[in-house]
């Protein structure tokens, strides 16, 4: 074969040109990173819908930086973040702390975002789940996940305790007289585990369901000091006294329960499948309703995480926000579903039945938290620049109770004067 000049040009060309062209594909991804809490509870769901996403999207590449282990951590590290300047491009953040971000400027209005696709509506996210993510005028967040309080117990104990597993108790009396009889069994075995530290939530539980909110309408005043909250925290103290509630620190209760050493524990839904995971066939868990305290104003707070864009260069939003959109849609709900627990947050997947219908009917565990839905309100951001500060606050009070060292009313009396101090006057 003769081959000219002209030739081994063309043919240079040609591979040269095959050389550059995936150095040409690389400079088009956008490169981003996203940071998430709880990877204890998260990790699974995060890595299935950030492997979904790449296949999809071999534009942007999504890497995850700094996980913390609580949402509280997360909204510390963000804060920090945002003084050195080295912030994440996308967070998601507790539900309850979108609204932080949205007042401090962090938060990224998504508003614009949605509007170019339009009708949010189509694409699964009905007016109440973008009503998760609004605050102070603007969209900080698309709801990720979300979760209320749900029962967990062990069908064996209940059985050697000589209690019907088929019939739970729908009262917190109820509750406390069963965790007498699993109590009594010895051996070490506890009866019950009421999720109190950490945050404020599940205390948020206890106020909500006898029907208390945690400020007055206006925010100006503490209105959590009321009857309802000496009835949580009354009922907080009866755990103790009368249910026998030792006090684990940590992941302690997960641990007890997982070994077959504790009758009940109240939690979030979110841990459904890694608390069936941790249980294995070491004795048949079952997952239930929490007991209703007042059937007409009672409610249940909603927890959850929502995705927030932090990053202003206009080409990282642009990535951020598909990145985002893909988490929040039908596809990236059904797997943040299926490898945690947490309720979904897509209308579509709700509404098909090809997303998550045939998921619930093989997958009983996961039921519990969709019969309270109609409870569910939003869990209470605390308005102003100490939202964190006031958490804490109503913890270390909390703990008091849980330690036996001070009384309900003293305790209701003194979280109300410091938390007085760290809302905003208007």
């Known amino acids: 074969m003769n081959i000219t000049r002209r030739h081994t040009l063309a043919l240079l060309g040609g591979a040269s040109a095959g050389l550059f062209m995936p150095a040409i594909a690389r400079a088009n991804v956008t490169e981003i990173s996203a940071h998430y809490s709880m990877p204890a509870i998260f990790q699974p769901a995060q890595e299935a819908v950030l492997a979904a996403f790449s296949a999809k999207h071999p534009e942007v590449k999504v890497t995850y930086v700094n996980p913390t282990p609580t949402y509280e951590d997360g909204a510390q590290l963000l804060l920090r973040n945002a003084t050195t300047g080295n912030m994440p491009d996308v967070s998601f953040q507790g539900l309850n702390r979108l609204r932080m971000f949205a007042e401090r400027g962090i938060a990224v209005d998504l508003a614009p975002l949605l509007a170019q696709m339009g009708d949010p509506a189509e694409f699964g996210y009905s007016k109440p789940i973008l009503g998760l993510g609004f605050h102070g005028g603007m969209q900080a967040g698309l709801p990720f996940a979300t979760s209320n309080p749900i029962s967990y117990y062990n069908v064996d104990l209940f059985k050697k305790a000589g209690l019907n597993p088929d ?27 009421f999720r109190w530290p950490g945050d404020d939530w599940m205390f948020s539980a206890l106020l909500y369901g006898h029907g208390g909110r945690m400020l007055n309408e206006a925010e100006t005043e503490v209105a959590f000091n009321g009857p309802e909250g000496l009835a949580a925290l009354t009922l907080l103290d009866r755990f103790v006294k009368e249910g026998g509630m030792p006090n684990y620190a940590g992941t302690a209760d997960l641990q007890a329960f997982a070994a077959g050493q504790l009758g009940m524990m109240f939690r979030t839904t979110a841990q459904v499948r890694s608390i069936a995971n941790s249980v294995g066939t070491n004795f048949e868990m079952r997952t239930t309703t929490l007991p209703v305290i007042d059937p007409v104003k009672g409610r249940l707070p909603t927890g959850g995480a929502g995705a927030m864009i932090t990053t202003k260069d206009a080409a990282k939003q642009e990535a951020a926000f598909k990145f985002i959109k893909f988490a929040t849609s039908a596809e990236g709900t059904t797997l943040m579903v299926k490898n945690t627990g947490y309720v979904p947050c897509n209308q579509i997947a709700i509404d098909d ?31 102003g620049q100490n939202s964190v500060r006031v958490t804490q606050v109503m913890v270390d009070n909390l703990a008091r109770i849980v330690e036996q060292k001070a009384t309900p009313e003293v305790v209701l009396a003194d979280m109300a004067t410091e938390v007085a101090k760290l809302i905003p006057r208007k």
């Open 353 to 383: 039945s090809k997303y998550l219908g045939e998921f619930y009917a093989q997958n009983p565990l996961f039921q519990a938290a969709t019969k309270q839905v109609h409870l569910m309100q939003p869990w209470y951001a605390f308005p």
């Open 167 to 193: 019939a739970f108790p729908t009262t917190w009396d109820g509750v406390i007289e069963h965790a007498q009889k699993i109590r009594a069994l010895g051996n070490g075995v506890d009866g019950m585990f």
